[in-house]
């Protein structure tokens, strides 16, 4: 039920009554109770039964990390790094298109921690949306929400230091990129709703996670022209792609609960409907190359990320939530092989 931001699909993520009303705050026990009012999970949650949670016990988190800090990290999907790496490369693609040659090192770690904050942050603000819903779910059941490991109170506190380190970074960027920056909030703040009231949250997920391509490309380059503009609208159709294939591991329990997806909607045909996501995608990318005036070497990344994408499209069993799961994760090689063409393109 959540997406890639942790926002309500890794976008990772029928008309749908309203969620059930809980307390605004509370502690720990308040949310437990909460948790313990909703029904158990029904047949068809994610095929997975009692092993259907998205946190695997055992993992680092539990191993290094204090117990007090433990559903803290998991709030903010410390240990699924996925989501961020998929809000971070439209940003570093942005920087790399702006650049004459090597992009800036100083921008590109810049990004990588306000991705990481900003992802925590959606992770966070999504759950906070959903922790009824989550509880009814099979998958996200055990979140620290609503299991009551940390109340709502709390998790809002948190909420805000993300937002204050996201902020650090903002700052330490020029003006058009503060602008865009700000600009951006107000997608990110309605898109945990989203889902309530269409069956394409993972469009606006799109709009939300390749934002960073703009303020990439104004961070280096001072203002915005067609390339970016280009960049941004081809992830959007690369997200709409990743995050439908992320959708299907939900859909019986978002048609249970009634929360709408694109999986809900395009049901057997997906797949036709990848192809055109993902070639509108590498459409519009070639698009932004041309007009940065990109070299010969961007074609072959471009072309392996294309591959990749249909070998995701053809491939994918959308009845299958560990494949979706995997097809998922696999998009990381997408945002690798477009960044080294774009790097590879100034060299031509």
């Known amino acids: 039920m959540t997406s890639p931001a942790g926002q309500g699909t890794a976008g990772a993520e029928a008309?749908?009554?309203?969620?059930?009303?809980?307390?605004?705050?509370?502690?720990?026990?308040?949310?437990?109770?909460?948790?313990?009012?909703?029904?158990?999970?029904?047949?068809?949650?994610?095929?997975?039964?009692?092993?259907?949670?998205?946190?695997?016990?055992?993992?680092?988190?539990?191993?290094?990390?204090?117990?007090?800090?433990?559903?803290?990290?998991?709030?903010?999907?410390?240990?699924?790094?996925?989501?961020?790496?998929?809000?971070?490369?439209?940003?570093?693609?942005?920087?790399?298109l702006a650049a004459p040659?090597?992009?800036?090192?100083?921008?590109?770690?810049?990004?990588?921690?306000?991705a990481m904050v900003m992802r925590g942050a959606g992770c966070t603000l999504n759950d906070i949306a959903d922790r009824?819903?989550?509880?009814?779910?099979?998958?996200?059941?055990?979140?620290?929400?609503p299991s009551g490991q940390v109340s709502v109170r709390r998790a809002l506190l948190f909420l805000a230091a993300q937002l204050a380190i996201g902020a650090a970074v903002l700052f330490s960027l020029n003006r058009?990129?503060?602008?865009?920056?700000?600009?951006?909030?107000?997608?990110?703040?309605?898109?945990?709703?989203?889902?309530?009231?269409?069956?394409?949250?993972?469009?606006?997920?799109?709009?939300?996670?390749?934002?960073?391509?703009?303020?990439?490309?104004t961070a280096a380059a001072g203002a915005l022209t067609w390339p970016p503009a280009l960049l941004y609208a081809g992830g959007i159709?690369?997200?709409l792609g990743y995050d439908t294939i992320y959708a299907h591991q939900d859909k019986d329990d978002d048609a249970?609960?009634?929360?709408?997806?694109?999986?809900?909607?395009?049901?057997?045909?997906?797949?036709?409907?990848?192809?055109?996501?993902?070639?509108?995608?590498?459409?519009?990318w070639a698009a932004a190359a041309r007009a940065a005036g990109l070299g010969w070497p961007f074609w072959i990344?471009?072309?392996?990320?294309?591959?990749?994408?249909?070998?995701q499209a053809a491939r994918v069993d959308i009845d299958d939530p560990s494949d979706c799961l995997a097809k998922f994760r696999s998009n990381r090689a997408v945002g690798w092989l477009l960044l080294a063409g774009i790097v590879a393109g100034h060299f031509a």
Not at 34 to 63: F, H, K, M, S
Not at 101 to 114: C, E, K, M, N, V
Request: aromatic share 14%; glycine share 12%.
């Open 256 to 284: 249970l609960i009634g929360v709408k997806s694109s999986a809900l909607a395009l049901g057997r045909r997906t797949r036709p409907f990848l192809f055109v996501f993902y070639g509108v995608a590498a459409l519009l």
């Open 237 to 239: 159709f690369w997200t």
């Open 132 to 145: 009824d819903y989550d509880g009814r779910v099979a998958r996200t059941r055990t979140r620290p929400l």
């Open 15 to 96: 008309a749908s009554p309203p969620p059930r009303p809980s307390p605004a705050s509370g502690g720990g026990r308040a949310a437990a109770k909460t948790a313990a009012a909703l029904p158990p999970p029904q047949a068809g949650e994610g095929r997975g039964g009692g092993n259907a949670a998205d946190i695997r016990a055992g993992d680092w988190v539990e191993r290094w990390l204090p117990r007090a800090v433990q559903p803290y990290a998991r709030l903010a999907r410390l240990d699924r790094p996925i989501g961020t790496w998929l809000l971070l490369f439209p940003g570093w693609w942005g920087i790399a």
């Open 101 to 114: 040659r090597w992009p800036d090192l100083r921008l590109i770690a810049l990004f990588a921690l306000g």
């Open 301 to 311: 990344g471009l072309g392996l990320a294309a591959f990749h994408m249909i070998w």
């Open 176 to 217: 058009v990129s503060i602008v865009l920056g700000v600009a951006v909030l107000g997608l990110i703040g309605t898109y945990p709703y989203m889902k309530r009231i269409t069956y394409w949250p993972q469009l606006f997920l799109g709009l939300n996670f390749n934002w960073g391509a703009l303020i990439g490309w």
